[in-house]
């Protein structure tokens, strides 16, 4: 069975700081994988999507990032935090060999900036 | 630009009721209309989908219904149980998936 593994799930960092967020996911081979962000109260608002190794889509201009370095590896970076980056932050996936319109999330992780 | 919303975000409902969430969207051109449900501290879970050409498709205890003339997407939740508590995100897909802000259902006891 397919798994997907976010970590860390919660994480405070002081402005200025760097972020390494990272997502693997487990049983499933080529799939797509989707960053999200998550504000309190609000919707899931799309970052970053990859269809495959070294490719990386970016939705908003922002102060984040997103690498593949291998295909069932995502994570997201930022060289400097900004208050405004917090949220919770989601990883996903999916697979066109399943429901394309089926993605799978990760348990998120909560971002705090101070 | 397009944008997929709701028209109420909190629904409180008796359990062992039927539950009905609402959504508007906005995109004619959107090939499927999805639902999500997200608990608390938790990631979104797909619940069911629904093509564009369909107005109506049933799952377990789950029916969506898509209204296109008006652009309205509903999620109907048979015999409403605890464990529906949850907030429900619709969504729209055409070269990808737009969440909408999402309703939190409230189980009364």
């Known amino acids: 069975s397919q798994t997907i593994h976010q970590w860390p799930a919660t994480l405070v960092q002081p402005v200025g700081s760097p972020l390494s967020l990272e997502c693997t996911v487990e049983g499933t081979s080529n799939p797509n994988l989707y960053w999200y962000r998550q504000a309190a109260g609000r919707g899931l608002q799309l970052l970053f999507y990859s269809v495959g190794i070294g490719q990386i889509s970016s939705e908003v201009p922002q102060n984040l990032s997103a690498s593949r370095p291998q295909d069932r590896q995502f994570i997201l970076s930022s060289k400097k935090l900004l208050l405004s980056d917090s949220g919770f932050y989601l990883c996903?996936?999916?697979?066109?060999?399943?429901?394309?319109?089926?993605?799978?999330f990760g348990p998120g992780t909560r971002l705090t900036v101070l | 630009g397009e944008s997929v919303g709701l028209h109420l975000p909190t629904l409180s409902v008796q359990e062992g009721d039927n539950s009905i969430i609402n959504c508007a969207y906005s995109?004619?051109?959107?090939?499927?209309f999805i639902w999500y449900k997200q608990e608390s501290g938790k990631g979104p879970q797909f619940i069911i989908d629904?093509?564009?050409?369909?107005d109506k498709r049933q799952g377990q205890r789950v029916t969506v219904l898509l209204n296109k003339t008006v652009k309205h997407l509903s999620l109907q939740i048979a015999a409403t149980q605890p464990g529906d508590s949850a907030v429900y995100f619709c969504?729209?897909?055409?070269?990808?998936?737009?969440f909408g802000k999402g309703t939190r259902l409230h189980i009364l006891p």
């Open positions: 995109n004619s051109a959107s090939d499927y």
């Open positions: 996903a996936w999916s697979n066109l060999l399943a429901d394309p319109n089926e993605q799978f």
């Open positions: 969504a729209e897909k055409s070269d990808k998936i737009i």
């Open positions: 629904i093509r564009s050409n369909m």
